[in-house]
């Protein structure tokens, strides 16, 4: 997917077209995890559509829901939706984000070893 430490650096438009695509994906995923989110809170929990999306976008923030659950089922499924809203947010914060320019970073140290 990137370039080797053979290969000299990519163009500064193809950096910021890499870094385009990584952010779309980013944002596919977090529209998918909130989705994925507002429904549970409305099925599970029968929820309102804004306060299923103020609890599940609360939750993809790191911040917790505003709404505790009161049924079993809106319990199990807040509980499994915080532990996937964490590993989203790790994911797409430290891999999706992170990961285009931590290489282009070390890229440029592979370079100077070359040079």
Known sequence: MYESKNQGLISSIAFISRLLKHLGFT????VFSLAVGMIGYVVFEHFSWI???LNSAMLLGGMGP???P???AGKMFAGLYAL?????????AALLLFTP????VLHLFHLDEHN
């Open 27 to 30: 944002l596919l995923l977090l």
């Open 51 to 53: 306060d299923a999306f």
């Open 66 to 68: 505003v709404n505790p």
């Open 70 to 72: 009161i049924t079993y």
């Open 84 to 92: 996937y809203a964490g590993l989203v947010f790790i994911v797409s």
């Open 101 to 104: 320019i931590v290489h282009r």
